[in-house]
């Protein structure tokens, strides 16, 4: 596990675990999005992650706790791999759905809600969990149709706990602890 973050203990943190996508990826990504996504706001290169879970509002100080039920999901997860399934849009972003080819990320994602309930710092959602990169933001959908980008069959660098913090620009993001796939 590495901490490149640093934060105090009495602050409240909006945190989120998430898995990391490889340096290629994010290449073809914002390719992609420079071409095909023209209305709205394309989320930057340093931001675009799958989000395992959202727990909000945390004390700063349940950060190692959380770090550590990650590093524990993560840790006996097996091969994970993504590709491209489909664009799709809401109220205010569009993402890019994906394919879980083997399950596990999915099978990951629970084992983390379980051991986050467990410890009371989140409440599962009531909707599935869907893999997905959220590429696009938006006041009103641009009903958008763009080509698939072509990604082919890829798998997540590792994953990591981050804070996102609102700010009149748009949420910034930063990666507070990392942890390694699959022991």
């Given at each position: 596990?590495?901490s490149?973050?640093?934060?105090?203990?009495?602050?409240?943190?909006?945190?989120?675990?998430?898995?990391?996508?490889p340096?290629?990826?994010?290449?073809?990504l914002?390719?992609?999005?420079?071409?095909?996504?023209?209305?709205?706001?394309?989320v930057?290169?340093?931001?675009?992650?799958?989000?395992?879970?959202?727990?909000?509002?945390?004390?700063?100080?349940?950060?190692?706790?959380?770090?550590?039920?990650?590093?524990?999901?993560?840790?006996t997860?097996?091969?994970?791999?993504?590709?491209?399934?489909?664009y799709?849009?809401?109220?205010?972003?569009?993402?890019?759905?994906?394919?879980?080819?083997?399950?596990?990320?999915?099978?990951?994602?629970?084992?983390?809600?379980?051991?986050?309930?467990?410890?009371?710092?989140?409440?599962?959602?009531?909707?599935?969990?869907?893999?997905?990169?959220?590429?696009?933001?938006?006041r009103?959908?641009?009903?958008?149709?763009?080509?698939?980008?072509?990604?082919?069959?890829?798998?997540?660098?590792d994953?990591?706990?981050?804070?996102?913090?609102?700010r009149?620009?748009?949420?910034?993001?930063?990666?507070?602890?990392?942890?390694?796939?699959?022991?």
């Amino acid at each position: 596990m590495s901490s490149p973050g640093s934060v105090e203990g009495d602050a409240r943190l909006r945190l989120f675990c998430a898995l990391r996508l490889p340096e290629e990826i994010l290449d073809r990504l914002v390719a992609w999005q420079a071409v095909h996504l023209s209305e709205g706001r394309a989320v930057p290169r340093e931001h675009l992650h799958l989000t395992l879970a959202f727990l909000g509002s945390t004390p700063a100080a349940e950060l190692p706790t959380v770090a550590a039920a990650l590093e524990s999901a993560a840790g006996t997860a097996g091969p994970i791999v993504f590709s491209e399934q489909r664009y799709r849009e809401t109220r205010s972003v569009g993402m890019l759905v994906l394919e879980d080819g083997t399950g596990e990320a999915r099978r990951l994602a629970l084992r983390l809600f379980d051991e986050l309930e467990t410890l009371g710092v989140y409440t599962r959602e009531k909707r599935s969990w869907l893999p997905h990169v959220t590429v696009l933001r938006f006041r009103t959908p641009p009903h958008l149709d763009p080509p698939l980008p072509e990604l082919g069959s890829f798998s997540p660098s590792d994953a990591a706990v981050y804070s996102s913090v609102l700010r009149p620009s748009g949420a910034q993001y930063e990666t507070l602890e990392t942890v390694a796939l699959g022991g």
